[in-house]
């Protein structure tokens, strides 16, 4: 199963490296890190460099896309190259999914027309402009179409494609192989479990950042 | 704070990219990406390049160093200049650390001598190997040591080291930022609460690839 993860300046890296590493230890899959031109795309901190080995017109009909979010998915969602080919792909895959953001460049693309999804808990307002109706859920699926929450979220969206695509054992031995038995140190990771000056501080820094800092993945 | 990321080849990408993704949104840090002579550096499944702007020898006191793991352990540890720089650097840092079998090279290094540590679950004998008294623990402190299990365990280490930094509401604000709420899909993400078959396969796997595979971190 061919698998391309669509990379973009600005984009937030562990919005794609946790379903990487879950989905490149699922047996038969060939994981591809695209890019519209192929080549070094940076992350959102600038500090991290991915070369893509490929670019968007090297995989034209993966099985599965990934798009990941980050401060560039409206730049990203607002280049006709890369929507017309998420358009295109999307026509033949198997899955078409997004994490965070992501879902922002999905809806910029036409694909999430109507459709429950979800994306970072602070960009529901820009997801509902794209014409997708926002749920506040950690992994939505529409069809082939799944969409997890913000930037961690994706870990568990691809264990949970593992499952369905071969089964709990597979999934389990996944999740098992990457210790995913996760302690974070607080229990306040939504909006509704954090304290609030916690909320408001991050809202007003996604708000003073128009459209979101790193943190926004 | 200055941070090192050592990336070497086959190294295991969530292993560093969980901890980047808390701690360059830590106020005021600077996350490089380093390697033994700078350039392209392949993950364990050589699917993904990370380009890294700097060779050890650009970061020379970096007040933290994070050491990933991956089936690349052993020959990193094996690699003279590689460990010289760990011990200089161990001199001089506020924090020294690493993920998943990222202890095997502390280790390696001399830096864990009789020190409690924890790495892979799979991998606690080669750990003991190298000096260290290894644990069950997800992550693991020794004065300014800290060591975290396989994988995924990078993002707790890491929001804990953003506690011991910054306090609790930074440390909360980057938690729900990156929105991290886990809900993996199963609840067997240790060997014991794993079924026995899935452990098997698992052991039997590493075993039979002497040094861990991509899942092994």
Redesign the interface.
């Given at each position: 199963m061919e698998i391309a993860i669509l990379l973009y300046d600005n984009f937030?890296?562990?919005d794609c490296?946790?379903p990487?590493?879950v989905l490149?230890?699922l047996p038969g899959t060939?994981?591809?890190?695209v890019s519209r031109d192929g080549g070094?795309v940076r992350s959102d901190?600038r500090?991290?460099?991915?070369?893509?080995?490929y670019s968007i017109d090297d995989v034209p009909s993966p099985a599965m896309v990934l798009v990941p979010g980050g401060p560039g998915d409206e730049a990203a969602g607002a280049d006709e190259r890369i929507c017309a080919w998420l358009r295109k792909v999307h026509a033949s895959t198997k899955w078409t999914t997004s994490v965070?953001t992501g879902s922002i460049i999905l809806g910029a693309a036409g694909l999430l027309d109507g459709l429950e999804a979800t994306t970072?808990?602070a960009s529901y307002e820009r997801l509902a402009a794209r014409g997708a109706k926002p749920v506040a859920r950690?992994?939505v699926r529409q069809g082939k179409i799944i969409t997890a929450?913000?930037?961690?979220?994706g870990?568990?969206m691809a264990?949970?494609l593992a499952?369905l695509e071969q089964g709990?054992?597979i999934?389990?031995?996944?999740?098992?192989?990457?210790?995913?038995?996760?302690?974070?140190?607080?229990d306040?990771?939504?909006?509704d479990?954090?304290?609030p000056?916690?909320?408001e501080?991050?809202r007003a820094h996604f708000a003073g950042l128009e459209r979101g800092s790193?943190?926004?993945?």
């Open positions: 937030t890296a562990l490296i946790g990487y590493e490149h230890n060939d994981v591809k890190f070094v901190s500090r991290l460099a991915i070369a893509t080995d965070c970072h808990w950690r992994v929450a913000g930037v961690s979220a870990i568990d264990l949970e499952r709990d054992d999934a389990q031995a996944i999740q098992l192989g990457i210790e995913y038995d996760p302690a974070p140190p607080f306040t990771s939504s909006p479990k954090a304290p000056h916690v909320v501080f991050l790193a943190v926004s993945g």
